[in-house]
């Protein structure tokens, strides 16, 4: 028999999605948008261009194919969210080995890499107003993480005091305006359509080009399947990304997602009816996922192009040293006056995406204590807030303070770049194991446990089609033996630390084996877990 008060929460099934129009499900669209203007600043606006500059259109083939694989991620999360009102860390709790090891293991490593990635975005942004304001000169060239820091503190403001609703309607705001003068740019570019479409659908190896070795020395020693496995984990979005998504989905009351986890009765109830309005919500994470992902593409194809267009032709290739200014020329080739609206873009893309990498940071931190113990995070959800906050802008302020000592006594500044321009900045070269995982390695875990959680905990009318299946098991596969080709060819003998093969995998296993040895200590027993 189904729970009365569990029922009464969710939600009527909108006409929208009960309609036999397509169009009118986009009117659910929300927390896609979060993702793809997320990734717009962690993917597009840098790396889309930057692996057009290199590779030409064959990178789009990639790009394509990584954004369908990681739909297939999101799109069965959420969907067994909608279904269960079980999040996937919930899920995770009951895999092999002490009890709840897994969450408590990306807890720990999302302790590491999200402060990381909170300090790359200021970074950013620093570079970027250095360029603006014409002091990229200043502390030779480390000025860049003091603009930052001011970035960092604002956004910190923003964040104490918003949450998801405001962030979806900034990134909402943020998709549109981006899309469209995107899609203009383009077709005034007017870049060779067949080569574009061609380089989407067929598969090619990659290579530097031969100018890349005399120009940018360091690119060409760096290993291209390193290269082409950190735009595999900004495109798109990251594994944390897709979990944190899965949260907000309690804020939409999309199906179950806000009525507590479904019991035995509730789930063969939900199988049996074929019109049962939760099974019409899955259309809901459905339209959101795809829409977002076609908009993901769509980016990386203009940014792309743009990049083939006007940085390839030029032998120019955004780095640590200009991350953004060169691609200004998208737009003041157009007309030099541009060049404000260009810049105000620029500025509202990354701080969208720095609230938003918060704002995941937050989400994340609450749904795996959550998971591990739902009494201490329900109860303690607002001082969590206020730890995960502290936390990533404590290590957000460590990160930007080490580049700008490492950049001030190393010369960054651009006199010292000539022949190279990544040479003094560790910036991206930081975040590039923090990437690996967080984009690469956990999607390929992620993706083999989805089939597993969906077969163990759901009826089987209700788990995902084989279809899907064999696509989490592909992409999983993929995934992994990208991540781990990648970390091992990061590595110089001798290196610094994040340059270094063995710290990385190293980091991975032995936070592994420390949730191992915590799990018994901090996880609820089991009946504490069940709601």
């Given at each position: ?12 099934v ?9 169009l ?12 793809a ?56 709790i ?18 590491l ?81 067949i ?22 020395p ?41 009525a ?44 792309v ?23 200004s020329?998208f ?51 607002a ?59 956990a ?14 905990f ?47 995998i ?26």
């Open positions: 028999m189904t729970d009365a008060s569990s029922e009464s929460n969710i939600r009527p909108p006409p929208a999605l009960l309609s036999a129009n397509p009118s499900w986009l009117r659910v669209f929300g927390p896609g948008a979060v993702i203007s997320i990734t717009l600043g962690s993917g597009e606006l840098i790396f889309s261009s930057r692996g057009g500059a290199l590779f030409g259109y064959d990178i789009l083939s990639l790009f394509v194919l990584i954004s369908l694989l990681k739909w297939g991620l999101v799109f069965t999360m959420a969907r067994h969210m909608v279904l269960s009102g079980v999040h996937p860390y919930r899920r995770m009951d895999l092999p080995g002490p009890r709840g090891w897994f969450p408590l293991m990306l807890l720990l490593i999302g302790s890499t999200t402060p990381i990635w909170t300090g790359f975005f200021p970074g950013i942004l620093g570079n970027f107003t250095s360029q603006v304001t014409g002091t990229e000169g200043y502390f030779n060239g480390a000025v860049d993480y003091l603009w930052g820091g001011a970035f960092l503190a604002g956004i910190l403001v923003l964040s104490a005091s918003g949450g998801y609703s405001v962030l979806e309607r900034v990134q909402i705001f943020i998709v549109g305006a981006m899309m469209i003068c995107a899609v203009v740019s383009l077709f005034i570019y007017q870049p060779d359509w080569d574009m479409l061609l380089g989407g659908i067929l598969p090619r190896s990659f290579d530097y080009p031969d100018w890349v070795a005399d120009k940018y360091i690119i060409a020693e760096k290993s291209v399947w390193v290269e082409t496995s950190t735009y595999v984990g900004v495109i798109g979005g990251a594994g944390f990304d897709y979990l944190a998504y899965t949260t907000w989905l309690r804020e939409k009351y999309w199906g179950r997602s806000s507590g986890t479904a019991s035995a009765e509730d789930l063969v109830q939900i199988a049996e009816e074929t019109q049962h309005p939760v099974r019409f919500w899955v259309r809901a994470p459905l339209v959101d996922c795809t829409l977002s992902f076609v908009l993901v593409v769509v980016f990386s194809a203009v940014f192009a743009l990049g083939v267009e006007e940085l390839q032709t030029a032998h120019e290739v955004p780095t640590g040293d200009n991350f953004l200014d060169m691609q020329r737009i003041t080739k157009i007309h030099s006056a541009l060049y404000p609206l260009y810049a105000i873009g620029v500025y509202m893309t990354f701080i969208g995406t720095l609230y938003g990498t918060y704002e995941i940071g937050i989400a994340v931190c609450q749904e795996i204590v959550r998971a591990l113990n739902p009494d201490v995070g329900i109860r303690h959800a001082r969590l807030k206020k730890v995960t906050l502290t936390w990533c802008s404590c290590g957000a302020a460590i990160i930007l303070i080490w580049n700008f000592l490492h950049t001030y006594q190393g010369g960054g500044g651009p006199e010292a770049a000539v022949g190279d321009s990544e040479g003094p900045r560790i910036l991206l070269k930081i975040l590039t194991p923090v990437n690996l995982f967080t984009g690469v390695f999607c390929g875990l992620l993706c083999w446990l989805m089939p597993w959680i969906d077969r163990k759901l009826p089987r009318p209700l788990r995902m089609s084989p279809l899907l299946v064999v696509l989490n098991i592909v992409a999983g596969a993929i995934f992994l033996v990208l991540g781990l080709r990648a970390y091992w060819e990061n590595h110089i003998p001798g290196g610094v630390w994040y340059e270094n093969r063995w710290f990385s190293g980091t991975i296993v032995g936070m592994g084996l420390l949730a191992m040895f915590l799990a018994p200590r901090v996880v609820a027993p089991e009946e504490e877990t069940s709601d």
